[in-house]
């Protein structure tokens, strides 16, 4: 990646996320969300942040891997059990950590 | 700022030191995932200083990574912000009347924890005076506990070694900023869509992947939402 494209990005998403979240702080007070978009906007996190992280763990090199020999995919819902029972940031992020490598050594062993 | 004022803006503060903890390790992991992305130490703190969005700052080093090109960003991060939106509508009437610098430098620091916090008290509390203070005091330890906590991580994260693989803590911290927001049915349906559309869109250029799946995740809350009696 060169420097300059992670210039613009940072600059570009600095701009749009500041944008966005002055939004109706900046706008005249008559303007008003129409209710099915505010219904519809409720949505919008659960359905980007998973779209961001279902293909680091089931898309490998290019091919849907849902095999149980895929660490990635193991130690994620691993994560996704811990996040659901603790909802913690930290404890999430060390047991998927713990859980990839712990996944990783067992399936190269079976390989060998 | 008077006496009133500063007795806002205290209340503020002292609200906002329970949340610095969960702030603080997902800066971290932020700061280390930039590093172990490749973004430069420097450019990675500034980019926490200019967006300060970690899921923002997380999904553009992916796509930085995957040299994906900039407009791809942007409509990532538009999709990633537009929540923003929703929070700037609902804090818009207790922040009425403040002048330009106020709405821009409170909407620059509204993140998703100090939000829930402000609104929370303006809802308990709607004839309060001087809100934007409360919010000031909230939003300030937020935004430092952001920053040290993605500089520590780009410090640690550039020393680490590769056969670590500490870039899979993104997709870790999207899980557990996502995971949290499955109360009801609906949320469920929309995750569930959105995964599968973006998992089998993934051959598709240019990452159009993630617009169908947030298009399908909206459309299956939506869906289930009705039904729900």
Not at chain 1, 96 to 105: K, V
Not at chain 2, 48 to 72: D, E, K, M, N
């Amino acid at each position: 990646m060169s420097l300059l494209s992670i210039w613009v990005a940072m600059l570009g998403m600095g701009l749009i996320t500041l944008l966005l979240r002055s939004s109706f702080l900046l706008l005249p007070d008559h303007l008003h969300l129409p209710p099915l978009l505010r219904r519809a906007l409720r949505y919008v996190p659960a359905a980007v942040l998973t779209a961001i992280y279902a293909p680091e763990l089931l898309v490998k090199s290019g091919a849907i891997d849902a095999s149980l020999l895929n660490a990635r995919l193991l130690a994620g819902v691993v994560a996704i059990v811990v996040a659901w029972r603790l909802r913690r940031t930290f404890f999430t992020i060390v047991a998927g950590m713990l859980a990839l490598h712990g996944f990783g050594a067992a399936i190269a062993s079976l390989q060998i | 700022m008077t006496t009133h004022q500063r007795i806002e803006f205290g209340a503020g503060l002292r609200a906002s030191l329970p949340v610095l903890l969960g702030i603080f390790p997902f800066g971290v992991v932020t700061g280390v995932a930039m590093a172990a992305g490749g973004i430069p130490p420097l450019e990675a703190i500034l980019m926490s200083v200019i967006v300060f969005a970690g899921a923002s700052q997380l999904a553009a080093t992916q796509l930085l990574g995957a040299a994906a090109p900039l407009g791809v960003i942007f409509v990532t991060v538009f999709f990633i912000n537009l929540r923003f939106v929703m929070y700037s509508a609902s804090m818009r009437t207790h922040l009425a009347g403040l002048p330009l610098r106020w709405r821009l430098g409170l909407g620059y620091l509204l993140a998703d924890n100090a939000y829930a916090l402000c609104i929370t008290r303006y809802t308990q509390h709607p004839e309060a005076t001087d809100k934007h203070w409360y919010c000031l005091g909230v939003s300030l330890p937020v935004w430092l506990t952001w920053q040290a906590a993605t500089i520590l991580g780009v410090i640690a994260g550039a020393s680490v070694p590769r056969d670590w693989q500490l870039e899979f803590a993104a997709p870790l911290a999207f899980i557990a900023l996502s995971v949290p927001l499955l109360r009801d049915r609906a949320m469920v349906a929309a995750a569930l869509a959105a995964g599968t559309t973006v998992v089998l869109a993934h051959p598709l250029p240019l990452r159009i992947g993630l617009v169908l799946a947030a298009v399908a995740g909206i459309s299956a809350g939506l869906l289930a939402e009705r039904r729900t009696p």
